[in-house]
């Protein structure tokens, strides 16, 4: 058997288990608002009809994901299952791409190794489900590496590559906003390595001028207000939310929660991965920027590629970074979620090498096979749907149901038959019991429901502090739901 059957029977593999990890629960996986702004919309008449309940609810929304996801909803209908397995699709369309990108850059055996830390990290099995964007933003920043990749090799001779690399970038672009650092990385690497290729600079720089000019006149069309109100929940990073990044882009979490209760015995190993995954790369990339020089010529140079992965990583987060203190909060890391790929390329460089650390690495598959067993211990998700199914089994016909915000107020009215006209929606902790209250007045029982990003104790003293006797369910996500029971009880006990 050729090395090279070998190499696309491994791929494959790899491919079957990404695809296995990402459809795994896949239809116990509740919509949430981000999901839901889609959802509701596609029963709109026509694309344009569609595109315009998609903004009007989502301002900064860029339409290619939804183009593509409306077309997807006329082949196999609008259930949820079906829409998230265009995201599947997606996914793991990147991992034979990742495969390509570091074929060129870390070699076969690195490829193929980073190929599957890319099929196994949890934050991209999570966005592989995901009925959004990101998984096609992914993919779209790859295939535009990719081209990238073999512009820069071939000098002169690529201009073909050029030309896709850059209709890709448009492409990006226009499906998320933040696909420009994508631009940036490439800039400034070209700014370092190909400042003797003139004309090649000048026919990139202007190409993307005309990228930005369209973004900027489509940006142009949305009242900056409504950006400003979508995103107030946002605040500005600390060191925490840069540390966390590194931790979710390592592949061990799928998100900020701590995986820890969603694991056997209680425990993650995520910031051990996390380092793992650090000192391996560090490992492979030290002594090859800082050892001996390779000569200065045209083409992708081992050191250049190094450079282009790092630049590749860095860059996008730096961006997203300051944008957040000269603009605004918008440190979100599924934002540039496709600058976690190089990260996959270098740690499979490492762990392709000859005479790599093969203790650390079998100590790496260890902890990450143990970090995946998250997938098998509920819905990502916040469970909506056996939240709703209980409030539907228990409440009374005159209870009313308060939800805390309006995103849960969304996704409650999604998953579940409980009539609007017995929801109710509020803003902030404090005028939970005043609705509790007026629901309890009105002669009916009434019900919390809360996700616990939001911590419930202030919710619980107030509503002791108000004499209200309450119960509660948990229900199981990333993060958890609590559904509350409130009734009258004798003022200042929380008992009845």
């Known amino acids: 058997m050729s090395a090279a059957t070998k190499t696309w029977i491994a791929l494959g593999g790899i491919v079957l288990l990404g695809a296995f990890l990402r459809v795994y629960g896949l239809g116990a996986e509740s919509p949430w608002w981000d999901e839901i702004v889609a959802l509701d919309a596609l029963d709109a008449p026509g694309l344009a009809a569609f595109l315009g309940e998609v903004r009007a609810s989502d301002p900064p929304m860029t339409p290619v994901y939804f183009v593509v996801a409306w077309c997807w909803s006329r082949l196999g209908g609008d259930s949820v299952v079906w829409m998230r397995l265009l995201s599947v699709l997606l996914g793991l369309a990147c991992i034979p791409v990742a495969y390509g990108v570091g074929r060129r850059l870390v070699g076969r055996t690195g490829a193929l190794a980073g190929s599957l830390a890319l099929a196994a990290s949890l934050v991209h099995v999570y966005y592989s489900q995901e009925i959004r964007v990101y998984a096609l933003a992914t993919l779209l920043a790859l295939c535009s590496m990719y081209c990238f990749v073999r512009w820069v090799e071939r000098d002169q001779a690529g201009w073909g590559w050029l030309a896709c690399q850059v209709v890709l970038n448009g492409l990006l672009a226009f499906t998320h906003l933040f696909g420009v650092l994508l631009f940036a990385a490439q800039g400034i690497f070209l700014a370092m390595f190909r400042r003797g290729d003139r004309k090649g600079l000048a026919v990139w720089a202007g190409a993307h001028a005309v990228i930005l000019a369209g973004l900027g006149a489509w940006l142009s069309t949305i009242d900056t207000a409504t950006i400003h109100e979508a995103a107030d929940w946002m605040v500005r990073p600390g060191w925490r939310d840069v540390v966390m990044v590194a931790a979710v882009f390592a592949g061990g979490r799928p998100s900020n929660e701590n995986p820890a209760p969603h694991l056997p015995g209680g425990v993650s190993l995520d910031l051990v991965l996390m380092a793992l995954v650090g000192g391996l790369i560090a490992w492979y990339v030290v002594p090859r920027l800082f050892g001996k020089g390779e000569e200065d010529g045209g083409g992708l140079s081992s050191s250049r590629g190094i450079w282009l992965l790092l630049i590749w990583f860095v860059i996008p987060v730096a961006g997203l970074l300051a944008a957040s203190y000269v603009w605004r909060p918008c440190f979100v890391y599924r934002y540039i979620l496709y600058s976690s790929i190089p990260l996959y390329v270098l740690l499979g460089g490492a762990l392709g090498e000859a005479r790599g650390p093969r203790l650390i690495g079998l100590a790496l598959?260890?902890?990450?096979?143990?970090?995946?067993?998250?997938?098998?211990?509920?819905?990502?998700?916040?469970?909506?749907?056996?939240?709703?199914?209980?409030?539907?089994?228990?409440?009374?016909?005159?209870?009313?149901?308060?939800?805390?915000?309006?995103?849960?107020?969304?996704?409650?009215?999604?998953?579940?038959?409980?009539?609007?006209?017995?929801?109710?929606?509020?803003?902030?902790?404090?005028?939970?019991?005043?609705?509790?209250?007026?629901?309890?007045?009105?002669?009916?029982?009434?019900?919390?429901?809360?996700?616990?990003?939001?911590?419930?104790?202030?919710?619980?003293?107030?509503?002791?502090?108000?004499?209200?006797?309450?119960?509660?369910?948990?229900?199981?996500?990333?993060?958890?739901?609590?559904a509350y029971r409130v009734t009258k009880g004798i003022p200042g006990t929380g008992r009845l």
């Open 365 to 482: 598959a260890c902890v990450w096979g143990y970090q995946l067993l998250a997938v098998g211990c509920g819905p990502f998700r916040p469970d909506w749907r056996s939240a709703g199914a209980y409030l539907e089994s228990r409440m009374g016909p005159r209870d009313t149901v308060v939800a805390l915000q309006s995103i849960n107020y969304s996704a409650l009215r999604f998953n579940s038959r409980v009539p609007e006209s017995r929801m109710r929606s509020v803003g902030v902790w404090s005028e939970v019991v005043p609705a509790v209250s007026e629901a309890l007045g009105n002669g009916g029982g009434a019900w919390v429901v809360v996700w616990l990003w939001t911590d419930p104790g202030n919710i619980e003293r107030a509503l002791r502090d108000k004499g209200l006797e309450y119960s509660s369910v948990d229900f199981g996500g990333w993060p958890g739901l609590r």
